[in-house]
């Protein structure tokens, strides 16, 4: 690995002295930034060897950045995006520390980011890791390492892109707590159409993925094989005056388990299972005749009309997905449900200046849930609101509400898991200044109300609630002349579960100003938490952390960032009665250098 990073990091640094060479004939454009940084994560705990805490990070890990753009000329430029580490994962685990990489690994390693875009006018080049985002039904929410190409002569749109999402991972029990596994996941996708920015959009998507079984001797627990093919056509128009158009129909065919045996036509046995790669290319969902795994195929479309104009939007937004549509271009997207909501933008009440002291962005409707079992149907009421009032120079109120619910599945039932979220805040600031201090303050009250339906034991679900409320008062002074701004903070939360409660308050304060005629900027925060949960004795946690960043020459910054976290438990631990008052102590150093062209 070390040899690896050496190398990257010798083809950086010439590519880097070369082009700097050619910018001083104004033929080559670099900006952008590269740099180095290195972590050290340290726990300690008492008693000694009770593990009662487990390690949130790798004890050491590295990180190399190199994210230039070099432009020739008027029409050509190169992006490239180069982000490793020396671990292949950023958590404590046996993954970290038993599981060595070989370099193709280590490249395609989703922890790592490997970009290059080359640009000619209408043609771009992608090679590496990328995120692509074809369309809200197809593909749009997975990080692929490969190589596409994206095509914009005039008003047409060409695109294509192969590659490897994740890398196959073997199960391993031992040591605990195990690593799972994963299958290789490959996709393809692929965008033909039609636009004229503003006017119209046109597009044809095909988006397939599927897990390679022969990417693992061992194979992975409690996750099976999938493939799945998703084609979706997205027409957009707009007209004059901001009214527009916008939809979107999708139909996916997909294949929950490939090692699945489905039934003989002829006989109706069971035929053989699905062997290891059976999905050999694009467009290859299934294997042919009995030996054909199971698979499902349904719909999915959105649609929205509406108007958009400098102070006022109104829309209409529709979105359907069937229960058994799916796309590995979205992996976590929900289904079963239909959603229509109405939305708006708008400003109002005008300031003697001419600027608008309200600012409104909301929406409301209704999802309907399991569209496909009339018998658990259910009606859900859907909204947003971020309303923003500016009374004067000093005073303002900013209210927010956010209802939110989703289903998910479990292994033995697709609709294990429902739960709702209606969230409520308040937010008045108040601003006053002198000659001398310029003062901040904040306060926030916020209500939470979540409701979470366990069907795995249908038709008699388990209902948990979890209501939270929280205050944080915060206040802000900064002192013009000195250039020292210190904060201070008071926050109080409260959670309620059935049958279990847990309070905290906590205080904070920091300071932030410069050193050294402005080339290092320091900042220092503290904070206690006082901690109480049900009947239990209170936990303590104290936080420190420090950042000092220095700019050592205008191009060229050190930055530092150090904490720690010191927590000492109550009686929550014990039984055994070694336990009573356990704590743990963290320590997390990050220290890095940054280069900007």
Do not use: C
């Amino acid at each position: 690995m070390r040899k690896q990073l050496l190398i990257i990091l010798s083809l950086s640094l010439a590519s880097l002295a070369a082009a700097q060479e050619d910018s001083t004939k104004n033929k080559v454009k670099l900006t952008g930034t590269m740099g180095v940084t290195y972590e050290n994560y340290g726990l300690t705990m008492q008693p000694a060897g009770s593990n009662f805490y487990s390690p949130r990070r790798p004890w050491n890990q590295a990180r190399f950045q190199f994210t230039p753009v070099v432009s020739f000329g008027k029409y050509f430029s190169l992006p490239l995006n180069f982000n490793f580490s020396t671990l292949p994962t950023n958590f404590a685990g046996p993954y970290a520390g038993i599981v060595k990489q070989n370099f193709g690994q280590w490249l395609t390693n989703p922890l790592n980011s490997f970009g290059l875009n080359p640009t000619y006018k209408w043609a771009e080049l992608q090679l590496g890791t990328q995120y692509l985002k074809y369309s809200n039904l197809s593909t749009g929410d997975v990080g692929v390492f490969g190589a596409g190409i994206d095509l914009k002569p005039q008003t047409w749109r060409f695109k294509f892109f192969t590659g490897t999402s994740q890398r196959g991972i073997n199960y391993a029990p031992t040591p605990l707590p195990g690593v799972a596994g994963a299958y290789q996941r490959q996709h393809w996708m692929a965008q033909i159409g039609n636009e004229k920015e503003g006017k119209y959009l046109l597009a044809l998507n095909f988006a397939q993925a599927n897990d390679k079984t022969s990417s693992v001797t061992s194979p992975p627990q409690h996750v099976q094989p999938q493939e799945g093919l998703t084609l979706s056509l997205v027409a957009d128009v707009y007209f004059g005056k901001g009214w527009y158009v916008r939809s979107e129909t999708a139909r996916s065919t997909f294949t929950d388990d490939m090692t699945a045996a489905a039934l003989t036509p002829s006989t109706g046995s069971p035929g053989s299972a699905t062997g290891p790669g059976s999905s050999t290319g694009p467009g290859s969902v299934t294997g042919s005749g009995s030996s054909a795994p199971p698979e499902e195929q349904d719909w999915a479309a959105t649609a929205s009309i509406g108007k958009k104009s400098t102070n006022f939007d109104i829309g209409y937004s529709s979105k359907y997905v069937g229960e058994h549509f799916r796309t590995l271009g979205y992996p976590f997207m929900q289904f079963d449900y239909w959603d229509n909501t109405l939305d708006t933008r708008f400003n109002a009440w005008k300031s003697q200046s001419g600027a608008y002291r309200v600012h409104v962005v909301a929406s409301a409707g209704q999802r309907i849930n399991r569209l496909s079992d009339a018998s658990a149907r259910s009606r859900q009421f859907i909204a947003n609101l971020n309303w923003l009032t500016q009374f004067n120079d000093h005073v303002s109120v900013n209210i927010t509400y956010n209802n939110f619910g989703f289903q998910s599945a479990s292994i033995t039932n697709p609709r294990a898991l429902r739960n709702v979220s209606n969230d409520f805040g308040i937010n008045p600031t108040f601003t006053w200044s002198s000659t001398k201090v310029y003062n901040f303050l904040s306060i926030n009250y916020n209500y939470s109300k979540y409701v979470e339906k366990d069907y795995t034991l249908a038709p008699f679900p388990l209902i948990t609630p979890n209501n939270t409320h929280s205050l944080l008062l915060s206040y802000v002074p900064t002192f013009l002349q000195k250039n020292l701004t210190p904060d201070f903070s008071v926050l109080y939360f409260e959670n309620r579960l059935t049958g279990f409660a847990t309070k905290l308050f906590t205080l904070g304060a920091g300071i932030s100003m410069p050193l050294a005629k402005d080339k290092v900027q320091f900042h220092g925060q503290l904070q206690y938490s006082h901690v109480k949960n049900n009947l239990f004795t209170p936990s303590d946690n104290l936080i420190g952390s420090l950042t000092i960043d220095w700019k050592i020459t205008k191009k060229l910054t050190w930055n530092n960032f150090f904490t720690t976290n010191f927590f000492k438990y109550g009686d929550e631990l014990a039984p055994p009665a070694n336990l009573m008052g356990a704590h743990y102590l963290e320590t997390h150093l990050r220290t890095g250098l940054r280069y900007r062209f």
